[in-house]
């Protein structure tokens, strides 16, 4: 038996620099590469500025990246992704990817259909896809998004739609042939919403190739920006509710007075300008853009330690993929998690994880490493080391095609 074809359905996708969006194409562009036939069904590029971009105007748009047959479906995309918007956001994508979704099951009659969520809700049309054409159904879960939401205070958990949505996200993920997730303590979640043992698969993601380290490119962004005799405490990525980002403004106010700490934010998302204002008149702190893929490896070399805020209760809830290119850079990680979390358990050895919403504790944290370069060379080391245990990329996509021959038969 060959390897079988697959419809996949994800919201996110390339060229989308951060979060979902490239994972999603990797994992299509790999199976390609292995020999898989592969059609994926995705929106457009939006994340995370919340910006529609133009390149991508209309409806449905057809097209072939890589290997990967592209059906980009139209949706909407709120500026400020709360509530009725952010329902709103997923709704409209699973409306418009369901007509490809049919009409690729009825016409390629793909033996897999794989379901990438968030967005749960486009699960829906993986479903009916599936029974269209006889598919074995997959789910892929990168966070749960109805208890994340629960967290970040988006949708409260006693409330009639909470309850539903609970009820709703169990039935869904119960209806699938294989669900995966990508940490430990995600699977085990897996199992607390009735997936059976046997059902159950961890798939982590894995640190980008693209994003090596880059030591003459780090030193290029330190001179740009002023940060060359600095000890750097950097976060990149999604500027958004369940990061909890505002504790490094925190960390960075009691720190003020260290004029050899700078703390540097690149980002893009929704909470964004409110940063911008708390952070106005701090003079160790830096705001900038997102990095392009291109100088990603230079940025993150750039940093001697790298920050990782997360808010309490969503630890388990999302593995966040950053992460995974913060320890291959190898330098320390500074999380805020509790111990017995997943994040606690990646980034325990290798860095230091301090309690969330304890700005003070993290100050501490920050300090102390930058007073130590031994023992920052010594957890970079560390960290580097578990980037290649855990999230090689070959192995976990090897797995990953040898669990989808095994379901196929």
């Known amino acids: 038996m060959g390897p079988p074809s697959l419809l996949v359905i994800g919201l996110n996708y390339t060229p989308e620099p951060v979060g979902i969006g490239p994972y999603t194409a990797g994992l299509c ?16 590029p939006y994340y995370p500025q919340w910006r529609a971009d133009p390149a991508y105007a209309g409806g449905w748009l057809e097209a072939e990246e890589n290997g990967v047959k592209l059906v980009r479906c139209p949706h909407f ?72 939401a629960f967290a970040t205070g988006l949708m409260r958990e006693n ?30 979640k897996l199992g607390d919403k009735g997936i059976p043992p046997e059902r159950r698969l961890e798939l982590r993601n894995w640190a980008d190739a693209r994003f090596a380290p880059d030591s003459a490119g780090a030193a290029v962004i330190r001179q740009e920006w002023g940060l060359e005799h600095k000890v750097v405490a950097l976060y990149s990525g999604n500027i958004a509710r369940k990061q909890g980002i505002e504790i490094l ?5 009691a720190l003020q007075h260290r004029s050899d700490i700078a703390f540097v ?40 330690l790298h920050l990782l805020p997360q808010i309490a209760g969503a630890a388990d809830l999302v593995l966040p993929s950053k992460l995974t290119n913060m320890l291959a850079s190898g330098r320390p990680v500074v999380a805020t998690t509790e111990p017995g979390t997943g994040l606690y358990s990646e980034v325990d050895g290798c860095g230091r994880c301090v309690a969330p919403a304890d700005a003070a504790a993290l100050a501490r944290a920050i300090a102390e490493l930058a007073d130590d370069p031994a023992r920052r060379a ?16 070959s192995a976990i ?5 040898r669990e989808l021959q095994a379901l196929v038969r």
């Open 159 to 188: 409330s009639l739609h909470g309850r539903f949505a609970m009820w709703a996200e169990g039935w869904v993920l119960r209806q699938a042939d294989r669900v995966s997730t990508i940490s430990p303590q995600m699977v085990a």
């Open 29 to 44: 562009e790999a199976l390609v590469r292995s020999g898989h036939k592969v059609t994926a069904v995705v929106g457009k």
């Open 397 to 401: 996509l090897d797995r990953m095609a």
């Open 77 to 148: 995309v709120p500026q400020d992704p709360v509530g009725l918007r952010r329902f709103a956001h997923l709704v409209s994508f699973a409306i418009t990817a369901l007509i490809p979704a049919v009409r690729i099951a009825l016409r390629e009659r793909p033996q897999v259909v794989l379901c990438v969520a968030p967005a749960l809700l486009s699960v829906l049309a993986a479903i009916l896809a599936a029974w269209l054409c006889g598919a074995r159904l997959w789910i892929h879960v990168q966070d749960f998004e109805v208890e994340a």
């Open 378 to 393: 010594s957890l970079g080391k560390a960290a580097a080391e578990r980037a290649t245990e855990r999230w090689q990329q």
């Open 249 to 253: 403004i925190e960390a960075a106010r």
């Open 265 to 304: 934010i690149c980002g893009e998302g929704p909470n964004r300008p409110a940063l911008q204002a708390q952070s106005r008149g701090l003079p160790n702190v830096q705001l900038h853009d997102l990095q392009p893929a291109a100088r990603m490896g230079a940025m993150l070399t750039m940093a001697d």
